[in-house]
């Protein structure tokens, strides 16, 4: 039996006579396109045939393989090197007895039972999707995003089938589409299929090189084993461990109060004045804006951008913020407060994380477990009911994973994951749960962190460094542990201020004590353990 060929699926084009004619082609796979599918939906079979033929001869004077979508006739006719097979169209077994045994034979898949079948029947590659919206298909599927890749890569674990994802993907959205899409132990995209991005661009070269370098780079930053749960950026990688955690803690303080970050904040109005406030107190710069129109051109300007959704307004903006900041990579701190009190918080959330990827995820027990599914804790509106988590480290290790991100477990004690390593903080004051809006406090002071790690790595890197396949950069899970200790820290100095007599006292001198923070001040009350 012949051998199949080896077939690198990062920058997977599908086209047609309609979307892309031979010249602008072979500008695509000069930028950097490595597979081709040649789909006709409406051409009659003598049409196809031409036109597979003529793709032909441009792939194979790039070395390129050439696909063809459905039509196993056309397939056989030009020799082509593989076959892309939809849920309706002919079964892989069938396929497989009338094509040459070394053709490759992919399968459109929308389910995680999809993908089970699509293994079981021996399919070399699947094609996830659709991912987001797209204006080349009529899609009839459910749209899966990022999340729901990352779910049915997990079919994949222990396979050699190979992936793909496609629908609605863009260079804007590439890089969120694959971290996002990674399962819980690992599992990556093999790479992209891309439609209008590129055969719709007057320079497909251009816009097929933009793609190709942000998969390549993400690729290259992978582990052996395929994946990387830390969100620790080796711009400023050191270990993790009690004292150096404080140490970086102390210099991203130090970094906040040097590049006073702007701090853009879609938040609840409750809480606005004390958010900026605290923002303020900490070195950092607040802006309150939620139009979608300015978030463009905000994205570019600020440090980071926090997202809670207490209140549930500017849904708009919220969508328009996070995908602009993923966009100039710059960290999304998401607050889902009170995710697990209605449907419409819950389809809100899901469609918020599948639309833009957060860099860290900070919530109370209630609102972590509405967002993991998990029926161990119960919500009462933005509360939480019962004991708790049995395993709470366990807990935001598997959430981080699951969400690709650093997840901040609010309460008594407070846990912080980036999906490796796990933080126990002990700080905090009765207090705290005497004044409103603590936890969203929490919130601010995490993206203020966030923002004054970005900056400082940012200011480290030249302005012509390469794509380095990083969504953010700086160290988040350090940036997330610093955001909570500043507010519990803070809460216990002014916890015993001669002038505090109460939670009406208590909320003004915790902003002072915020102010007042030091690197050697936040190391000396620093209750911290790193969980093993």
Request: glycine share 10%; net charge neutral; proline share 5%.
């Amino acid at each position: 039996m012949a051998n199949k060929p080896e077939v690198d699926y990062s920058l997977y084009l599908v086209t047609g006579r309609d979307l892309l004619p031979p010249g602008k082609a072979i500008q695509s796979i000069q930028g950097g396109v490595t597979l081709v599918q040649v789909r006709e939906k409406t051409a009659d079979t003598g049409e196809f045939l031409e036109i597979a033929r003529q793709s032909k001869v441009v792939c194979r004077k790039y070395n390129v393989p050439i696909f063809i979508n459905d039509r196993i006739d056309i397939a056989l006719a030009i020799g082509a090197d593989g076959v892309h097979l939809g849920q309706t169209d002919m079964p892989v077994s069938v396929a497989r007895a009338l094509l040459p045994p070394n053709t490759i034979i992919g399968v459109t898949v929308n389910t995680r039972e999809h993908v089970r079948k699509a293994v079981a029947d021996g399919a070399d590659y699947v094609g996830m999707g659709p991912v987001w919206g797209t204006t080349t298909k009529n899609v009839l599927s459910p749209l899966v995003g990022p999340r729901g890749v990352a779910k049915m890569l997990e079919e994949l674990e222990g396979t050699d089938v190979k992936a793909v994802a496609i629908a609605g993907i863009k260079s804007s959205n590439t890089l969120h589409l694959l971290h996002g899409s990674v399962s819980k132990s690992g599992r990556a995209l093999d790479g992209v299929a891309v439609v209008s991005d590129i055969v719709a661009s007057t320079d497909p070269r251009a816009a097929s090189a933009r793609i190709s370098s942000t998969v390549n780079a993400f690729k290259t930053r992978q582990q052996p084993s395929g994946h990387q749960f830390s969100m620790t950026n080796p711009v400023t990688e050191r270990p993790h461990n009690p004292e150096t955690l404080k140490e970086l803690v102390g210099e991203t303080l130090t970094f906040i109060k040097k590049f006073s970050p702007l701090v853009h904040q879609i938040t609840n109005n409750v809480v606005t004045n004390q958010s900026a406030n605290a923002t303020l107190a900490l070195g950092a710069s607040p802006i309150m804006a939620t139009s979608p129109e300015e978030m463009e051109d905000l994205s570019k300007a600020i440090g980071a951008l926090l997202v809670n959704f207490g209140t549930i307004k500017d849904l708009d903006g919220m969508l328009e913020a996070g995908r602009n900041a993923n966009i100039n990579r710059k960290p999304i701190v998401f607050d889902p407060v009170g995710v697990g009190a209605t449907s419409f918080r819950r389809s809100s959330a899901n469609e918020l994380l599948n639309t833009w990827q957060a860099t860290v995820i900070k919530g109370n027990a209630g609102e972590l477990a509405a967002l993991a599914n998990s029926s161990e804790v119960k919500a009462r509106g933005v509360d939480s009911v019962g004991s708790g988590f049995a395993n709470p480290a366990q807990f935001v290790r598997d959430l981080a994973r699951a969400e690709r991100c650093v997840v901040v477990l609010t309460g008594a004690i407070d846990w912080v994951s980036d999906g490796h390593t796990v933080v126990k903080l002990s700080n905090g004051h009765p207090l705290l749960g005497d004044i409103t809006g603590s936890g969203c406090m929490v919130g601010t002071t995490v993206a203020t962190f966030c923002g004054g790690m970005s900056m400082s790595a940012i200011a480290r890197l030249s302005e012509n460094t390469p794509e380095d396949g990083w969504l953010t950069r700086g160290d988040m899970l350090v940036a997330a542990v610093g955001g909570v200790l500043a507010v519990t820290v803070a809460s216990e100095l002014a916890a015993v201020r001669e002038d505090v007599k109460g939670s009406g006292t208590f909320l003004p001198a915790l902003i002072d004590e915020l102010g007042k923070l030091t690197p050697e001040t936040l190391a000396k009350y620093a209750k911290l353990e790193v969980v093993s």
